[in-house]
């Protein structure tokens, strides 16, 4: 079977959770089928060789907008695609290259929503115009898709109420999934000494984008409200837009300037120096407004950290309210949640061994529920039922 698999996201450039999900999934689908992954970048002989396409935005559009670049580089994709059995495409930015490379070579179209753009509005201030050139891409392509692949159940759900057009059976369940022999617990403290994380005190940890949807600012006023012996690590870069980036700079300055404790990294660390973070932290934070499924929350727990996070979308699917971590509800008001996730956060360091029970648990649960060689395996499951369906 030839696979062409479509991301924007692919190692070296790697900046969220869709981007892991490849990674990982193209690793474990390479014994078990043809594939070749189609991404942006620069091409290297060497990745050719091993099966890796790089595409990038057509210069004509430099300075265009996003959502027209990316469009060109679909049609790149899709161009690309000549010989292969079947497409399947990641997210927006692949989307509408896996949807032309149906109808161009008459191959079935697979495509994974990580996210959806009728949930994310506030996309609308970093695209412009092409929030709406990206929301018809996704449409024209979930509805289009011999078979879409939603990373939880809650995904599921949004998916058929967004797009009510969609035959419920051509919408799968496939979770995201973790390598529990790489994220696994590492107690080195070189990279704690590099950053200043004092290792003899709690900390709190977020690792993720400054997003709207990773409810970033709200993590920084409930840190207010925290024991003063906590400490506070944002691995977080990326921002979206200049509006996110000051916001989050100003709120930034104005707890530095309250407690002491307070790390910004704003740059992708390496993995294993995350990996360290991950493992020493007390509890990890996850307080986003909107998550499909949420890998971080699967790499804490893989290090054996305990995670609190907002009940919201699939994240209920991988933390275990009690066992593993604590859920807080999500307001509208955004007062109530910011303190009660402070109260969650508190309580979890405040009370070590509960954390390190917490933690130990999250490590079984991500050993034994989510391995990506069971994510691949479905998955090609799914590509052999829609190929003999076509």
Not at 11 to 33: C, I, N, S, W
Not at 227 to 236: E, H, I, N, Y
Not at 335 to 362: I, S, W
Request: aromatic share 6%; hydrophobic share 40%.
């Amino acid at each position: 079977m030839r696979v062409g698999l479509l991301t924007r996201e692919y190692p070296p450039d790697v900046y969220g959770g869709a981007g892991v999900h490849v990674e990982f999934l193209a690793r474990e689908l390479r014994p078990l089928v043809d594939l070749d992954v189609h991404c942006w970048g620069e091409l290297t002989a060497r990745e050719k060789a091993e099966g890796v396409l790089r595409h990038r935005p057509w210069s004509a559009l430099d300075g265009a907008n996003d959502a027209l670049r990316t469009f060109s580089v679909d049609l790149s994709m899709a161009a690309a695609l000549e010989g292969r059995d079947l497409v399947h495409s990641h997210t927006w930015y692949a989307n509408l290259g896996g949807h032309l490379a149906k109808m161009l070579h008459g191959i079935p179209h697979v495509m994974t929503a990580h996210s959806l753009e009728p949930l994310r509005p506030w996309k609308a201030e970093q695209l412009g115009g092409g929030y709406t050139l990206s929301s018809w891409a996704e449409r024209t392509a979930v509805e289009s898709a011999d078979a879409v692949v939603a990373v939880s159940g809650a995904m599921r759900a949004d998916i058929l109420d967004c797009y009510p057009a969609l035959d419920p059976a051509r919408v799968h369940v496939v979770h995201n999934g973790i390598d529990t022999a790489l994220y696994r617990p590492d107690h080195g403290t070189d990279a704690l000494a590099r950053i200043g994380v004092d290792p003899n005190r709690p900390y709190v940890l977020f690792v993720g984008r400054i997003t709207r949807q990773k409810g970033v600012p709200r993590l920084l006023r409930a840190a207010r409200h925290l024991d003063p012996a906590t400490q506070v690590v944002l691995c977080a870069g990326a921002p979206d837009t200049p509006e996110i980036d000051r916001e989050f700079r100003e709120l930034f300055e104005e707890l530095s300037r309250t407690r002491d404790g307070v790390h910004w990294i704003p740059r992708m660390l390496p993995r294993p120096e995350v990996i360290q973070l991950l493992t020493h932290a007390t509890v990890f934070v996850c307080p986003s407004v909107y998550e499909p499924l949420g890998i971080v929350n699967l790499e804490a727990m893989a290090c054996g950290t305990p995670v609190v996070a907002s009940r919201v979308g699939g994240i209920p699917e991988v933390v275990e309210d009690g066992r593993t971590g604590l859920l807080v509800d999500l307001d509208d008001t955004g007062e109530a949640f910011e303190t009660a996730l402070a109260r969650a956060l508190d309580e979890v360091t405040g009370d070590p061994e509960r954390a390190r029970r917490m933690g130990e648990a999250g490590r079984e649960r991500a050993v034994d529920e989510f391995g990506w060689d069971a994510v691949a395996r479905r998955t090609v499951g799914l590509y052999e039922e829609v190929l003999k369906a076509s």
